[in-house]
């Protein structure tokens, strides 16, 4: 009997242990992924002479304050650019001179959680969506642009949001996706095979609980 007891004692305890492991690499994995790191460009506004940025604030439709720029173009069509995920507006300032200089209007901002926008996580597009409608309802209240011609470029995270609030906003005309993503979780369980080098299962399926559960969101929606 008393091996017995000390058998199932010590599978109770490498059971707990094994719990343990996956929730603490589990929390590691939603820390970097709703905390992604910044990324360091090349170059920066003062790159781009031809660009005159308006400095723009949007509030989200759950309250979150964006840090955006308006490039007022030679004509009112305007072309909102929806950066990727873990990244800023600066990104976006060769797309936007081009199109600067095609005569269009251009809108950037830092989606929530990139500063100096609010917002305490990166979703994965889980409540960016709401930053490109807030945007859009910004966008559509000024003067100098046509509400019935906006259109959205996004790259990854930010392609993966302007599709999903376009399906629901018949004012976004036009959307160009550029690496967007088709499965939030899938992206995740990626990243676990190819950047942590761990097997997606059963890490990834817990990375995204312990998120859903920190953010108060539904990856799996995404």
Not at 101 to 127: C, D, E, K, M
Not at 157 to 183: C, P, T, Y
């Amino acid at each position: 009997k008393m091996l017995r007891r000390n058998t199932l004692w010590c599978v109770a305890v490498l059971v707990l242990l094994s719990l343990a492991g996956f929730g603490a690499i589990g929390w590691v994995g939603s820390e970097r992924a709703l905390h992604p790191d910044y990324r360091r460009y090349e170059w920066s506004l003062a790159t781009f002479p031809d660009l005159d940025p308006e400095h723009i604030q949007v509030r989200s439709v759950d309250n979150v304050l964006l840090d955006g720029r308006f490039f007022r173009g030679a004509h009112s069509s305007l072309v909102i650019l929806a950066s990727g995920y873990g990244d800023t507006q600066d990104q976006m300032l060769s797309i936007a001179e081009f199109l600067h200089r095609a005569g269009f209007s251009v809108l950037t901002y830092n989606s929530r959680a990139r500063v100096p926008s609010g917002g305490r996580y990166v979703t994965l597009g889980s409540l960016e969506q709401k930053d490109v409608l807030s945007v859009v309802n910004y966008a559509a209240g000024r003067s100098d642009v046509d509400a019935n011609r906006i259109g959205i470029l996004g790259i990854s995270m930010g392609g993966a949001s302007a599709i999903l609030e376009a399906a629901r906003d018949k004012r976004i005309r036009a959307v160009v996706d550029d690496s967007g993503f088709s499965d939030a979780p899938r992206v995740i369980a990626t990243a676990f095979e190819h950047f942590v080098h761990l097997p997606a299962f059963p890490f990834a399926p817990v990375t995204v609980a312990i998120a859903d559960l920190r953010a108060g969101i539904d990856i799996t929606s995404v």
